[in-house]
């Protein structure tokens, strides 16, 4: 199979996944995003010098706390929050967000089964690099290598250096196309550290990384600049699918509770 076609496979893919969440969240209660996960507002304290320390802690501590950690049980959403009102990471909180995300267990295995299916065609084996458990490994190590150069540098190392927040914020409020809008939009929009809006180039920056990196490791077929921007492309589109995903998800999971 070749990059084209595993691109193709991943769109339709997407396509299908954005059909589904619609389909879900047009039979759940619009009202119901309106008030869920809404923390409750704390008292405002004036810091002192021995109190600075502790009070980042707690920041990222309370970013944590209003993370879902996962959506649909299964994929991490370490840097997805519910916070209402903005408080910024530290550069050790940034730096766990990512980690948390990268080498959670159940993402390393959605990794793994990504790799064992979608990767998979009968002509070239698993990603181009054959058949076997041989060629599995390849690919699931490219796999992992794709998600971790364009997160490390996407969502700590840019954002660190440019002072720019990784997270997701979930708006929560407003008619589906409000909401589907703002979370295709973060994909290229983002608070700085100081809490205003602007221009996401720390993550955009992360998924150039990661689409020119691969070409070190990759089939020989499946380099140059052309798959490279199409790696770029599918990045980009999978961080929507997964922005609407995080926006709709308490929705989602109310309503299949109420199924269930």
């Not at 879902?68 to 910024?88: D, G, M, R, S």
């Not at 995300?101 to 070239?124: C, I, K, N």
Request: with cysteine.
């Amino acid at each position: 199979m070749t990059q084209s076609s595993r691109f193709e496979q991943r769109i339709c893919l997407i396509e299908a996944s954005c059909l589904v969440l619609l389909g879900i969240y047009l039979l759940s209660p619009c009202a119901f995003a309106q008030s869920l996960l809404l923390p409750t507002a704390q008292p405002t304290r004036t810091p002192t010098p021995s109190l600075v320390q502790t009070q980042k802690e707690q920041r990222n501590s309370d970013a944590q706390s209003n993370s879902p950690k996962h959506i649909f049980w299964l994929v991490p959403a370490f840097n997805v929050t519910y916070q209402t009102k903005f408080e910024p990471l530290t550069p050790r909180g940034k730096f766990n967000e990512w980690f948390g995300g990268t080498y959670d267990p159940r993402g390393l295995g959605l990794y793994a089964f990504e790799s064992a299916t979608l990767e998979h065609s009968s002509a070239d084996g698993f990603c181009g690099y054959g058949k076997g458990w041989g060629g599995y490994g390849k690919c699931f190590g490219a796999t992992e290598l794709d998600a971790n150069i364009s997160s490390f540098s996407g969502d700590f190392l840019f954002p660190v250096i440019l002072h720019q927040d990784p997270r997701y914020f979930r708006l929560g409020e407003g008619s589906l196309g409000k909401r589907l809008f703002y979370a295709i939009s973060r994909v290229f929009v983002t608070h700085s550290d100081t809490g205003h809006w602007v221009f996401y180039s720390s993550a955009l920056a992360g998924t150039a990384v990661g689409a020119a990196a691969s070409n070190l490791y990759y089939p020989k077929h499946d380099r140059g600049f052309s798959n490279s921007v199409s790696r770029a492309g599918l990045d980009l589109a999978n961080t929507a699918l997964f922005n609407a995903a995080a926006e709709f998800w308490p929705d989602i999971r109310h309503k299949l509770g109420q199924v269930f």
